[in-house]
């Protein structure tokens, strides 16, 4: 399997580029280019090292990702309380467990 391996000098004005396709087994032949750091030109190392932009999800997959990780922090978040509340009571030696199995049982008709 080959790959390709670039290694990038980054100066104030100029990129130093050097690229090498790498296979098992056989010997390794550098490309050396330089660039110079204008929009033009890295619009040009990009194509040459065949760069392709990220992922970017559409506005309505953003908003449910947005949504998910919403909710599993306020998920831990809630976790967290509990068990510190938890905590709070041991300390203040109230027992509660002896009066109730589950201090954070939903109540019907209660969010």
Same mark, same amino acid.
């Given at each position: 399997?080959?790959?390709?391996?670039?290694?990038?000098?980054?100066?104030?004005?100029?990129?130093?580029?050097?690229?090498?396709?790498v296979e098992i087994?056989?010997?390794?032949?550098?490309? #050396?280019?330089?660039?110079?750091?204008?929009?033009? %030109? @890295?619009? $040009? +190392?990009a194509a040459w090292?065949?760069?392709? /932009? =990220?992922?970017?999800?559409?506005?309505?997959?953003?908003?449910?990702?947005?949504?998910?990780?919403?909710?599993?922090?306020? #998920?831990?978040?809630?976790?967290?309380?509990?068990? %510190? @509340?938890? $905590? +709070?009571?041991?300390?203040?030696?109230?027992? /509660? =467990?002896?009066?109730?199995?589950?201090?954070?049982?939903?109540?019907?008709?209660?969010c």
């Amino acid at each position: 399997m080959s790959y390709r391996i670039a290694g990038i000098d980054v100066h104030k004005r100029i990129l130093a580029v050097v690229v090498t396709d790498v296979e098992i087994e056989s010997e390794y032949q550098f490309e #050396r280019r330089m660039f110079s750091s204008n929009p033009e %030109q @890295l619009r $040009s +190392l990009a194509a040459w090292l065949l760069v392709t /932009l =990220s992922f970017v999800p559409d506005a309505e997959q953003r908003l449910w990702r947005t949504v998910t990780r919403k909710k599993y922090q306020l #998920r831990c978040d809630r976790v967290r309380l509990q068990n %510190q @509340l938890e $905590s +709070l009571l041991e300390e203040a030696h109230i027992e /509660l =467990s002896s009066l109730v199995s589950d201090l954070f049982a939903s109540v019907p008709g209660v969010c």
